[in-house]
């Protein structure tokens, strides 16, 4: 406890600062080329931009996501003389390269593979890889949160599209649900992609659900809505991250909430970076954003990681980071330690924080 407070105070210094030591080389592994280069492109102004500003070196290595790169990938980042790598927008790139950059005590940020087999393997070996992406586990971990907080004395409805993710996400919520004793009064599968939902929007006021969550994509809970107002049923629905998606060819109705990750431009830490990168042509978006904080969390440690002489994937793990997506800790897993999925409502075109319980 005592080694993470000094941890956290160490941070907080200035990177320029004397009890620092100078800041490491960091390899940014990201796509420069094919179908994910626009991603790449982000990832690299994101992390180019903080590198400038804390006067670090950055070795941008092309990452192609193939099957079997991980090794090569692995032996160009050691070979480059990075002391840390981050990135990785494919498990592919991690696939057979953690253990390369294991043995070379070279800690790997990913800011967007969810693979849960990654961290298994990390976890049983001993790699030293963190994850700035949520966890598998966390999506339905909020909506249980959300669910059991604010319709704990209402009837709800647990309904799915059938593809895999709508299945296995409301089958977790049911589980996580009545485990505490919270049951649904209606479950079911409806089909996707349809014109008009009528025929379920009217199922559910039959059951008595007044409360619906909705394991299906954004257009799919936009004619629901459309179509329970239609039918002057009031029903309050919720829906997890694939309702964060562009408002089409049916606008989804102000006051459907849903279980997203919020826009890191929203964040207060990022108004000043945000308007920087503006100003030099970048537009903040994607992953701009999170590759600059990853390259900040990298550099902030390795000032403690030097102060308190410990190896650089040790205080990765140990620090409390203030980055431009917020503050970035990590748990006994190398997870985030805070579920990053936050509560939020359609108003006006865009998704905000809601002012107070659904009802």
Known sequence: ?????????????????????????????????????ILGTQM??????AARRQGLELAVIDETCEPGSGPALAREIRE??????????????LDGGLVVLSEAGIPALSLSVRW?????????????????????????QKLAEVILRDWSGDAF????????HGRELAETLRNSLEERGLKPVFTDTFRPGQEQQVALVRRLKKAGATHVFVGGDRNDAAII????????????????ESLNAADRPVPLADGVRAVILPDEQDQPAAKEVAAELKAAGVEPEGYVLPAYAAVTVVAQAAGAAAALGMPLA??????????????IAFDENH?????????????????????????
Not at 44 to 49: D, L, M, N
Not at 225 to 240: P, Q, S
Not at 314 to 327: K, L, S, Y
Request: aromatic residues 6%.
């Open 225 to 240: 809505a459309r179509d329970a107002a239609a039918e002057n049923i009031t029903l309050t629905l919720l829906g997890g």
């Open 116 to 140: 849960k087999g990654v961290r298994e393997d990390a976890i049983k070996n001993g790699w030293p890889f963190y994850r700035m992406a949520p966890a598998t586990e966390d999506e339905a």
């Open 44 to 49: 690299r102004e994101g992390a180019t931009f």
């Open 1 to 37: 406890m005592l080694r993470r407070m000094l941890l956290s105070v160490l941070v907080g210094l200035s990177p320029a600062s004397s009890a620092l030591a100078e800041g490491p080389k960091i390899a940014l592994v990201a796509p420069q080329t094919g179908p994910f280069a």
């Open 80 to 93: 480059s003389g990075a002391k840390a790598a981050v990135g990785f927008l494919c498990s592919e790139s």
């Open 157 to 164: 409805a647990l309904i799915e599209d059938g593809t895999i």
């Open 335 to 359: 997870e985030l330690s805070e579920n990053p999925y936050r509560l939020m409502e359609w108003r006006g075109g865009r998704f905000v924080e809601p002012s107070a319980p659904a009802q």
């Open 314 to 327: 040790q205080a990765i793990g140990e620090t409390h980071v203030d980055t431009v997506i917020g503050p």
